[in-house]
C-alpha cells in the first residue's frame, strides 16, 4: 500500500470518526501518538503534530458554523496551497487538515519519486549500451586484426603454391 493510499485510509476513517489505536501507524512512531491525541480531542496533540509533520504549513483559520461543525484551514507557506476540513471537534477538523495536507504533498513527491527511478533506470540502461558498443567496438578491431592475418596468410599460401608450381 501507497502511503498516499494509507494517509486517505486514515482519512476516511477520522472523517468517520472511527479512529483509534491502529489507526495512524503509517504516520510514524514518533507522531502516532499526537495523531491519537488529537483524534480524541486534544487541540495541543493536533497542534504538536502539525509542527511535526508539517513544518512549511500554518494554520490559516478556524470557526466553527452554527451546525456545530469545526472548520479548519491550513496553508503552505511557499505556494499558498490550503487544505480544508470539518469535523465535530477542533482538533479533529485539524488532524483531518492535516492528512488532507500529508496526501497531497505525498501525491505530488510520488509521481517524481517514480520519475527519478525511471530516469535511473534509464542511465544504467544507457551505461550498459556505451559498454556493450565498446565491447563491440573491441570485437570489430580484433576481426579486422584476425581478417588481415588470414589474408596474409591466404596471400603466403598462394606466392607458396605459384612458386611450387
Same mark, same amino acid.
Given at each position: 500500500?501507497?502511503?498516499?493510499?494509507?494517509?486517505?485510509?486514515? @482519512?476516511?476513517?477520522?472523517?468517520?470518526?472511527k479512529g483509534g489505536r491502529g489507526t495512524f501507524?503509517?504516520? !510514524?512512531?514518533?507522531?502516532? !501518538?499526537?495523531?491519537?491525541?488529537?483524534?480524541?480531542?486534544?487541540?495541543?496533540?493536533?497542534?504538536? %503534530?502539525?509542527?511535526?509533520?508539517?513544518?512549511?504549513w500554518r494554520l490559516e483559520g478556524a470557526h466553527?458554523?452554527?451546525?456545530?461543525?469545526?472548520?479548519?484551514? %491550513?496553508?503552505?507557506?511557499?505556494?499558498?496551497?490550503?487544505?480544508?476540513?470539518?469535523?465535530?471537534? %477542533?482538533?479533529?477538523? @485539524?488532524?483531518?487538515?492535516? %492528512?488532507?495536507? @500529508?496526501?497531497?504533498?505525498?501525491?505530488?513527491?510520488?509521481?517524481?519519486?517514480?520519475?527519478?527511478?525511471?530516469?535511473?533506470?534509464?542511465?544504467r540502461l544507457l551505461s550498459e549500451v556505451e559498454?556493450?558498443?565498446?565491447?563491440? +567496438?573491441?570485437?570489430?578491431?580484433?576481426?579486422?586484426?584476425?581478417?588481415?592475418?588470414?589474408?596474409?596468410?591466404?596471400?603466403?599460401? +598462394?606466392?607458396?603454391?605459384? +612458386?611450387?608450381?
Amino acid at each position: 500500500m501507497t502511503k498516499a493510499k494509507a494517509l486517505k485510509d486514515m @482519512l476516511v476513517r477520522v472523517e468517520a470518526g472511527k479512529g483509534g489505536r491502529g489507526t495512524f501507524e503509517a504516520l !510514524g512512531d514518533s507522531v502516532e !501518538g499526537y495523531a491519537l491525541g488529537a483524534f480524541n480531542g486534544s487541540f495541543d496533540a493536533a497542534k504538536a %503534530l502539525r509542527e511535526e509533520v508539517l513544518p512549511g504549513w500554518r494554520l490559516e483559520g478556524a470557526h466553527i458554523k452554527w451546525s456545530g461543525d469545526w472548520y479548519v484551514s %491550513l496553508e503552505r507557506e511557499s505556494d499558498l496551497a490550503a487544505c480544508t476540513s470539518a469535523a465535530s471537534s %477542533l482538533p479533529r477538523a @485539524l488532524l483531518a487538515s492535516i %492528512l488532507k495536507a @500529508l496526501i497531497a504533498e505525498e501525491e505530488m513527491t510520488e509521481p517524481m519519486a517514480r520519475a527519478i527511478a525511471q530516469g535511473a533506470e534509464i542511465n544504467r540502461l544507457l551505461s550498459e549500451v556505451e559498454r556493450l558498443q565498446s565491447v563491440i +567496438r573491441g570485437l570489430e578491431k580484433g576481426m579486422t586484426a584476425k581478417n588481415l592475418e588470414l589474408r596474409k596468410y591466404r596471400i603466403a599460401a +598462394r606466392d607458396s603454391k605459384e +612458386r611450387a608450381e
